[in-house]
């Protein structure tokens, strides 16, 4: 795919987009990019990724020139460690966002996955550094299934916007709203507006509307999501009334 982008005035999600046919992960492009000192917003997008990389080490699947798979650096030397998953949340409202305005009513299901319906239409991946008390640096994985129709892996319920909408979308043209998306809400948590984005997540949220079944330690049980920590910890209530937080890998929604 050619990458004819071009940013708006101002913006710094894609101040730079780096194009190549293939390569072993995004986030490995990504990751030489911190190296050389690249600017941030830097983004970096294959066709094809020969080791594409999910949450919890797992693959992600894309078939070659049919989708988005890309990975953007950035700096949030001002945000604290403690407040990391804003990162997270800034990258899932984006891309909810976009899907919104193509026809697509997506949710994020926590901690990392955009869903269409029962269905996973996109991932993210966030790798971040320290430095002292605060970030110093962060990457972001993102696979969005653009015009694959068919899946080999073992993944259970995989979609794309091609399966939601039944036509053809130019990957170029999503990928430029997508990158002016995430920009917008960046510069919303680099402006303090942490409401506004925990608000607009909230109300993205997969499951935030009633008891659905969960399973932890081997354990099932039926729960209401109450809230998201701003740690990145989901909390729920359980029959009994009972509150826990779970952390990335403790706990894994039935569906």
Sequence with gaps: MDVFFSKSEGQTIGSKVCYAPEA????????KGLAEKALEGSTYIVDYQTKGRGQRGNFWESEQGKNLTFSILVYPNFLPILDHF????????????????????????????????????????????????????????????????EFKSNAPNPTSVMLQLGTFHDRNNLLHAVLYAIDG???????????????????????????????????????????????????????????????????????
Excluded at 24 to 31: C, L, M, Q, R
Excluded at 96 to 122: F, H, M, Q, R, T
């Design 86 to 149: 804003y990162l997270s949340k800034v990258v899932a409202n984006g891309m909810v966002e976009v899907l919104d305005s193509v026809g697509i009513k997506a949710k994020v299901k926590w901690p990392n996955d955009i869903y269409v319906g029962d269905k996973k239409i996109a991932g993210i991946l966030i790798e971040n550094g320290l430095m002292g008390a605060n970030l110093s640096h962060s990457i972001w994985g993102v696979g969005l299934n653009v015009n694959q129709t």
């Design 185 to 255: 809400w960046y510069a919303k948590l680099k402006a303090g507006c942490l409401n506004e984005i925990d608000s607009y997540y909230w109300t993205s949220l997969y499951r935030n509307d009633g008891w659905y079944w969960y399973e932890s330690e081997g354990e099932r049980f039926k729960a209401l999501i109450r809230t998201i920590k701003h740690t990145g910890e989901l909390t729920l209530e359980n029959e009994k009334g009972e509150l826990k937080s779970f952390a990335f890998k403790e706990v894994s929604f039935i569906i």
């Design 24 to 31: 072993e992960s995004t986030n490995t492009e990504a990751t």
